[in-house]
């Protein structure tokens, strides 16, 4: 299957620091990536939906300023997480879909604000 | 509103067969699909499901009845690495996945 790679895999970062996770899809071109966030025994919730060129969409009660996501090519999202705080410690995963059929994941990246 | 159901937890034992159900009501249709997720790790695909049916898979099988709003992940020959998370999500009209709050298995030997 397709492989998407998200790096990094877990941080830790201070609180009020910035942090970038970066989503790539390794064999095929994602205009559309999904960036969603986790928390422990809870089930994937959709943060944003990136779209190359152009503005991402965010669902509701998702902080665009907080949570800051660019799509600059066909193979590379980003989300930066600014300004982090402790309750912003969660399992951030990606995900792409190379057409509108099964989507892959990234490896997720547990982010721990301290 | 968009809506997907699974059972929250199931306990099976080793070699056994067990059956998790999810029933949806979501904005259109374009798909079904399950994923297994082992703690702290990314959901791996299992089965996609658009048409009425039954999709085997080797120990996995996958149903889906789309009058009912009603699809089940059919696990056999369980094995202990099978213990995770299986999470249930269905494509709506817009191509965006619903997803389910997933049912975790534990498997006992």
């Known amino acids: 299957g397709a492989v998407v790679s998200q790096h990094p895999s877990w941080v830790i970062c201070k609180s009020g620091t910035s942090v970038k996770i970066e989503c790539r899809s390794l064999d095929f071109q994602a205009t559309t990536m ?36 660019n799509h600059a090519s066909l193979t590379l999202s980003t989300l930066t997480v600014t300004s982090a705080h402790p309750e912003d410690s969660s399992f951030y995963i990606c995900s792409a879909r190379p057409g509108d059929t099964e989507a892959f994941f990234g490896q997720g990246t547990r982010l721990t604000v301290v | 509103g968009q809506n997907i159901d699974q059972p929250t937890e199931m306990t099976a034992t080793e070699g056994a067969i067990v059956q998790i159900n999810c ?32 999709e085997e898979k080797g120990r996995f099988s996958s149903f889906l009845s789309r009058s009912k709003g009603y699809s089940y992940l059919l696990l056999k020959e369980l094995q202990m690495k099978d213990s995770a998370s299986y999470l249930c999500a269905v494509m709506d009209s817009n191509y965006q996945l619903i997803w389910g709050a997933g049912t975790k298995l534990i498997i006992k030997p």
């Open chain 2, 23 to 54: 029933t949806y009501q979501t904005s259109g249709f374009n798909g079904l699909f399950w994923y297994q997720q082992h703690a702290g790790e990314a959901p791996t695909f299992l089965s996609y499901n658009v048409l009425d049916g039954l």
């Open chain 1, 34 to 69: 999904f960036w969603y966030r986790q928390f422990p025994k809870q089930s994937l919730m959709l943060m944003a939906t990136s779209n190359e060129g152009s503005k991402a969409t965010y669902e509701q009660g998702v902080e665009k300023d907080k949570f800051l996501i």
